[in-house]
T-cell receptor
Framework: DAEITQSPRHKITETGRQVTLACHQT?????MFWYRQDLGHGLRLIHY???????NKGEVSDGYSVSRSNTEDLPLTLESAASSQTSVYFC????????????FGPGTRLTVL | AQKVTQAQTEISVVEKEDVTLDCVYE???????LFWYKQPPSGELVFLIR??????QNEISGRYSWNFQKSTSSFNFTITASQVVDSAVYFC?????????????FGTGTRLTIIP
């Protein structure tokens, strides 16, 4: 069955370190998204991609970057982790543009000490 | 800019009671999509429903029903005869349909606790 996976599921790191969170989907979806979930904020969009070599900033993109070299993967990199980036991160994908349903991965809980 | 408001932060009901979760949205687009997702204690996000702005028919799926009213910009979710397994955080979300704006705006969620 097609699915979307994230790794690691839990990560503890130190302030200033570079961290990369992986997202892999086997749906063959063009659109992929990264969100962070924080209490009181719901989910907020970090970055998104409509296809290979395409990346776009979301509403909370500062301190994060993504790259899309193939259809299946959209890794999220924290260039220099900060305590404010402690959060749960969700990756999602959708098949079509124009309001299609997004399907979410299981999430990665990141703690920055 | 689009916005989704879920004014109910937490709701607790006794098992078998009916419960309605409110969702109010703001958008300037005439074409948009509304969603509900469930996040159980295990943490994953489970898709429940997608509704486009041209379809105001209410929808029922088992014990779940959704009431979409464009006149009040609301998309409310009702669980009938609630069960303990319904305990979760529920998110309402909005997607506008402008090319280059294919993203979901989420509400802050409503935590529903079903008391056995």
């Amino acid at each position: 069955d097609a699915e979307i996976t994230q790794s690691p599921r839990h990560k503890i790191t130190e302030t200033g370190r570079q961290v990369t969170l992986a997202c892999h989907q086997t749906w063959n979806h063009n659109n992929m998204f990264w969100y962070r979930q924080d209490l009181g904020h719901g989910l907020r969009l970090i970055h998104y991609s409509y296809g290979v070599q395409d990346t776009n900033k979301g509403e909370v993109s500062d301190g994060y970057s993504v790259s899309r070299s193939n259809t299946e993967d959209l890794p999220l990199t924290l260039e220099s982790a900060a305590s404010s980036q402690t959060s749960v991160y969700f990756c999602a994908s959708s098949e079509n543009p124009q309001g299609d349903t997004q399907y979410f991965g299981p999430g990665t809980r990141l703690t920055v000490l | 800019a689009q916005k989704v408001t879920q004014a109910q932060t937490e709701i607790s009901v006794v098992e078998k009671e009916d419960v309605t979760l409110d969702c109010v949205y703001e958008t300037r687009d005439t074409t948009y999509y509304l969603f509900w997702y469930k996040q159980p204690p295990s943490g994953e996000l489970v898709f429940l429903i997608r509704r486009n702005s041209f379809d105001e028919q209410n929808e029922i799926s088992g014990r779940y029903s959704w009431n979409f009213q464009k006149s009040t910009s609301s998309f409310n979710f009702t669980i009938t005869a609630s069960q303990v397994v319904d305990s979760a955080v529920y998110f309402c979300a909005l997607s506008e349909v402008n090319f280059g704006n294919e993203k979901l705006t989420f509400g802050t969620g409503t935590r529903l606790t079903i008391i056995p």
